[in-house]
């Protein structure tokens, strides 16, 4: 054949679609489609084997893996027919890897080995550099490293770039998974460079996605979130959607307890992974699904995903895999067998097993699980062999690993009567944690990390509390507690492109929100809304905190007992469901049960109904009188149940209250304990600062800012802006995102009367409505200087939602981690008209010298003592929140 031939040119065009498969898949589908039809047209099998193999590889890159099979089949039957051993093996070769992502790894080798026979040289290399990739797979990673490094040389000679590129970005994965994450970065820069000066969108997409796995395995979230992104954009502009990234993705918010991100993404990689016989994705996806359903406390789905995974591996030889679907299992049966005998044997059958299949964090993790297991039979010196055996996980593997081994160390020296050795071993637990705290920047990131240190916390609470210890136990406390905000404050990057998606935010909202005032269709703005805001909680997730400093420093219980004054400290916590309270005086510290946590809840939860009806002014005035008693009977039970049994220690001091679980939204001036008494609500005793007040605000350093569509708010910051003279305004549409954060950064005083939102689904999008918008939490992360005392005349804007650790995510608690010292907000919905009044008392008292906390309380003592149910219900909510 001349090399100008129409059979050489049609060639040609087929090896083009080759090519583009790596760059443009649908168009590679294009060509070789009609290069395919010229070739049965001319008879030429040579061509129409490798038309058909581009066609192939195009359908793997869709998914469409029974597609991709039935190509590559007829590829290497045409070629066969036509003689033409080279593209029938070149065929063999690419069949190979579409049966191993089917998951027939017998069939993949047999199809290599077929293939070998017949190629030389580069080919030859690639075709070896293919096999190792299926022995990776298959978990034989000695094999296939050799088979990377016999390929290699091969291809350089050759100047095969392609090539070089694949066998070291599949190496750079091998790495990875053997832990030489130096080696693993080098191989995968360098497979980075060759694709981008081959021009191979794909090609970069993909060793991209490896990089942000890479860094995933190492711990370095910011920066596996940040290479993940960049993945999908190469992905997206090479026309394709990658299974493999959500699954990758899914794991990662698993790691850092994101656990309802994880879990609808493994649900969505299901779906798409379903009907496409990609078996084994599949069986990984089912995997993650039982991971985050076990976090879930969703142990029916977290077992039946694990089974369903454990068949599909078993079934096709990936004993690896089906060792890990094990694991998922063991730590399923943990959660609802507990301590038997039976999980002690599977613990250390799955151990051994992950073992064996190179998995060496889970197997550690099995190992540390069965000496826990061990220590619960009373079967001590097993425990201690297999702590001894997983004892480099303490210092080395992931976060959540490490905190683990910590607590099964602390848990030995407790059967060992070691008390001491246990708490030192517990803290050590906790200072990985913090360590892995300070490298994250985001605060959803930092606030969900805390559910690692639950047990570690529980047992170190437990500890002291057997040994009736108030110091030890406000210690552990604080150990745990609110360690998002203790941490130092990352501000993100200035970054266009979060801002932009933060103004198209508003405007959607705000289209939204007309929309359904007119009765118009709302779906598809809801749907947009929901795509920005997984944009701007995805951006944002990728600030790092590395380089800030250490945030709040360590709790002294001598400093703090010396510094109350004539305060009182109430830390409350919850073990076993009851309830306990230590109290810091400057007179010493006590420990003290208060009541069940179950007959708190419920009584707060009658309270804040009740509270809602009457800031409605819903029913008739019987009905509201009824609501009104309601409020004061569970005000009444609160009191006896949380601060009677303290009540010698606080006697008339003000109060510093450090609360627990639900009790964060507690209207505490309606306690009769409360009534009259100055209390301010702090998330963490650490975070509580005395700070001497100061001069009065003047006028100069003052913002007041009213939102649309509140007369009331309306008129409350004109006359306001009467009381403080020079004060900066905003109202109407002065009052914009921009501006307000503008005026905000800084000011000694603000206030600011708005509708408020608390969005219990996603806090961080918890929001105050201003003339072009909300304005966010990710909005006030952009604060330079958050304002020093801060009064939110908002419904609901003092709401958080409570994570593992009593984390705070909501606007109440973003003030207080950007360094606002005083904040003034409510904890229920709460009446416009009678707000006002309480208000301006509240300004009047701080014009005279008193503190925020005196000055709310007073004017609520005020206001409830009126007797007018409206206005009981404006005073009530508002708490005082902060370090002063």
């Not at 690639?126 to 190792?132: E, N």
């Not at 690896?320 to 002690?344: F, I, N, V, Y």
């Not at 061990?374 to 001590?380: F, N, Q, S, W």
């Not at 040994?467 to 998002?484: K, N, S, T």
Request: with cysteine; proline share 4%; glycine share 10%.
């Amino acid at each position: 054949m001349s090399a100008g031939s129409p059979s050489a040119d049609l060639r040609r065009r087929a090896a083009e679609a080759i090519r583009l498969v790596q760059m443009k898949p649908e168009d590679a589908r294009a060509v070789a489609g009609e290069a395919l039809t010229e070739a049965r047209r001319v008879r030429d099998g040579g061509a129409e084997s490798m038309a058909e193999r581009a066609l192939g590889l195009a359908a793997k890159e869709r998914n469409d893996l029974d597609g991709a099979a039935a190509h590559l089949r007829a590829a290497v039957r045409v070629a066969a027919r036509a003689g033409e051993e080279v593209c029938a093996a070149e065929a063999r070769m690419s069949l190979s890897l579409v049966l191993a992502h089917c998951g027939r790894m017998a069939d993949a080798l047999r199809e290599a080995d077929r293939a070998a026979e017949v190629l030389k040289g580069p080919q030859l290399a690639r075709l070896q550099m293919q096999r190792s990739l299926v022995l990776q797979q298959l978990g034989r990673f000695d094999e296939a490293l050799a088979g990377y490094r016999r390929a290699l040389p091969v291809l350089r000679r050759a100047g095969d770039r392609l090539w070089e590129a694949r066998v070291l970005g599949n190496r750079g994965v091998l790495h990875t998974y053997r832990r030489a994450f130096a080696a693993a970065e080098a191989d995968l820069r360098r497979a980075e460079g060759l694709f981008e000066d081959l021009g191979l969108d794909l090609g970069v997409g993909l060793v991209r996605h490896n990089l942000g796995y890479l860094f995933a395995v190492k711990g370095d979230v910011p920066a596996a979130l940040e290479w993940y992104e960049r993945a999908e954009e190469r992905y997206s502009d090479a026309g394709v959607t990658r299974a493999e990234l959500l699954l990758d993705r899914g794991e990662l918010y698993l790691s850092v307890r994101l656990v309802a991100d994880a879990r609808r993404t493994a649900e969505q990689a299901i779906g798409e992974l379903a009907g496409q016989r990609m078996a084994m994705r599949l069986a990984e996806a089912r995997l993650m699904l039982s991971q985050a359903a076990l976090l879930q406390g969703d142990l029916a789905t977290a077992k039946a995903a694990a089974a369903m995974a454990r068949r599909t591996f078993a079934r096709h030889g990936r004993r690896g895999w089906d060792a890990l679907a094990q694991h998922a299992a063991l730590r399923a049966a943990w959660a609802d067998e507990g301590r038997s005998p039976a999980t002690l044997r599977a613990a250390l059958r799955t151990a051994d097993a992950l073992a064996r299949t190179g998995w060496t964090v889970p197997a550690l993790d099995a190992r540390i699980l069965a000496a826990r297991v061990a220590l619960a039979l009373g079967r001590v010196d097993l425990a201690s062999g297999e702590l001894s055996r997983a004892g480099r996980a303490r210092n080395r593997g992931p976060v959540e690993l490490r905190s683990r081994a910590w607590h099964a160390k602390a848990l030995l020296h407790v059967a060992r009567g070691q008390r001491r050795q246990a708490l030192a071993a517990l803290r050590c637990g906790m200072d990985v944690l913090d360590e892995h705290r300070a490298a994250l920047g985001a605060t959803e990131l930092r606030a969900h990390l805390s559910a690692h240190g639950a047990e570690l916390a529980d047992a170190g609470l437990r500890l002291a509390l057997e040994a009736g210890d108030p110091a030890g136990v406000l210690e552990w406390a604080e150990r745990w507690r609110a360690g998002a905000l203790r941490s130092a404050p990352v501000r993100p990057p200035a970054d266009p492109v979060l801002a932009a998606d933060l103004a198209e935010l508003r405007r959607v909202v705000g289209e939204r929100d007309k929309a359904a005032l007119a009765g118009g269709d709302t779906a598809v703005l809801l749907q947009r809304q929901a795509r920005l805001e997984d944009a701007v909680r995805r951006r944002s997730q990728r600030a790092s905190g590395e380089g800030a400093p250490g945030g709040a420093p360590a709790l002294s219980v001598e400093a703090m007992g010396q510094v109350l004054g004539g305060k009182a400290l109430v830390e409350m916590v919850e073990v076993d469901a009851r309830l306990h309270a230590v109290v810091l005086t400057g007179d010493g510290m006590t420990l003290c049960e208060l009541g069940p946590a179950r007959e708190v809840a419920g009584e707060l939860e009658a309270m804040q109904f009740a509270l809602r009806r009457l800031a409605r002014n819903y029913g008739s005035e019987q009905s509201l009188g009824v609501a009104a008693r309601a409020v004061g009977f569970a005000a009444e039970r609160l009191d006896r149940l949380l601060l009677e049994p303290i009540a010698d220690r606080l006697e008339d001091r003000p109060l510093v209250l450090s609360p627990t679980g639900p009790l964060h939204a507690t209207p505490w001036s309606l306690l009769p304990s409360c009534l009259g008494r100055a209390v301010t609500v702090t998330p963490s005793a650490t975070l509580w600062q005395p700070a001497a007040p100061g001069p009065a605000a003047g006028g100069d350093d003052v913002v007041l800012v009213a939102g649309p569509d509140l007369p009331h708010g309306a008129r409350e910051v004109a006359r306001l802006a009467r009381t403080y003279r020079g004060a900066t305004r905003l109202a109407g549409h002065r009052a914009n995102v921009d501006a307000v954060l503008g005026a905000l950064d800084g000011a000694a005083l603000a206030h600011v009367a708005a509708h408020g939102r608390f969005r219990a689904d996603n806090p961080l999008f918890s929001c105050l409505l201003m003339a072009d918008g909300p304005l966010t939490v990710y909005d006030l992360e952009r604060l330079r200087r958050a304002p020093r005392t801060l009064i939110l005349s908002a419904c609901e804007s003092g709401l958080s939602r409570v994570q593992a650790g009593d984390e705070l995510m909501g606007l109440a608690a973003a003030l207080l981690g950007l360094g606002t010292r005083t904040l003034v907000a409510s904890v229920v919905a709460v009446p416009d008209e009678q707000t006002t009044g309480l208000m301006l008392d509240v300004h009047r008292r701080l014009r005279a010298g008193d503190t925020p906390a005196e000055a709310l309380c007073r004017a609520q003592a005020r206001t409830i003592g009126s007797g007018d149910p409206g206005a009981i219900a404006a005073a009530a909510g508002f708490i005082c929140f902060g370090r002063a």
